[in-house]
């Protein structure tokens, strides 16, 4: 038999138990997301099963139905958030488990295989375009987009910026708080988000980064009081990633650039860092990573003329 179970009560009961178990042992960010998932997929799909009708080809065919068809009309997910879903779904029922409310249901013998999503990156024609036209007519928006592209910040760490973390003197631009919308779990019609600046995503992604010296020269024009954030120049305003995203794709659309996500500008910086032969334990510490595997795996996509020129290197 797939799953037994000693508990009377249902999955969902369950899943609520969880939340509630986790509210304050986790970050909001991440409360927020797993407050989603439940809402919006486990709960509508298995939260009136009981714990012994939770069987790993039941939910194999839900998830198989996520990623191709969807739920409630909203086109079909992707390998990444099935996978989020399921990862939910086990630490439902391991919290089940350790509370004496036993579901013996394996779902880590149900496994997504997700495709590799290719990373844009621009290349050295495209960067140089793009920086020329930054500088052109440079404003403190432009000049965030620009500081992205010399430094790899993510956009959450680039709209909490504030000018009390950039030492102009020295060149070097502290990292210490994340801009992002979540949901607003608290809100009566689960649908309203709200921003939330917080502590960077990982102890590792809390950094201080040298400034490359003609950035640096830039950022001297602009700045101003210590409290006022980099993106507005104003402490009682701050730019939120949407509107930074929304400025992006209307840059890369003026510049004459195929269009592409913020994130890009990330993958551009360590992919150029690697051409231009970094230290890649260097480079691991200035992208915020726990380790170099991610920097390399994740983020440094070497170009074919750089693929060449080290074929080039062999002796016949």
Not at 106 to 123: A, D, F, G, Q, Y
Not at 276 to 291: C, P, R, W
């Amino acid at each position: 038999m797939e799953c037994m179970c000693t508990f009377e009560s249902n999955y969902g009961e369950l899943a609520n138990q969880w939340l509630s178990s986790i509210q304050l042992r986790v970050k909001e960010s991440t409360y927020a997301r797993y407050y989603y998932l439940v809402n919006a997929y486990i709960l509508p799909l298995f939260g009136d099963h009981a714990l012994y009708d939770i069987s790993v080809p039941g939910v194999e065919a839900e998830m198989r139905k996520l990623l191709t068809q969807g739920r409630g009309g909203r086109g079909a997910l992707s390998a990444k958030s099935v996978t989020d879903i399921l990862s939910v779904m086990r630490m439902i029922l391991e919290y089940g488990n350790d509370n004496g409310q036993i579901a013996v249901c394996n779902l880590k013998k149900i496994l997504i295989r997700r495709t590799p999503v290719e990373i844009k990156v621009l290349n050295p024609e495209e960067q140089q375009r793009f920086r020329d036209y930054l500088l052109s007519d440079m404003d403190l928006p432009k000049a965030g987009t620009l500081l992205s592209l010399y430094t790899g910040i993510r956009i959450g760490e680039l709209c909490a910026l504030q000018w009390k973390n950039l030492n102009l003197e020295n060149g070097i631009l502290q990292i210490r708080q994340t801009m992002q919308r979540i949901q607003d779990v608290y809100a009566t019609d689960n649908k309203k988000s709200k921003i939330i600046i917080t502590d960077p995503k990982t102890f590792r992604s809390r950094r201080d980064i040298p400034l490359p010296s003609f950035v640096t020269g830039i950022l001297q024009m602009y700045e101003t009081e210590t409290d006022a954030y980099f993106l507005t120049g104003r402490a009682d305003k701050y730019m939120e990633p949407r509107t930074v995203q929304n400025h992006f794709k209307r840059y890369l659309k003026e510049a004459g650039i195929p269009d592409m996500n913020f994130h890009a500008l990330r993958h551009t910086f360590a992919t150029r860092c690697i051409e231009a032969g970094f230290e890649i334990k260097s480079l691991s510490e200035i992208m915020g990573h726990a380790n170099v595997n991610i920097t390399m795996n994740r983020y440094v996509h070497s170009s074919f003329a750089l693929k060449r020129e080290n074929m080039n290197k062999l002796s016949f």
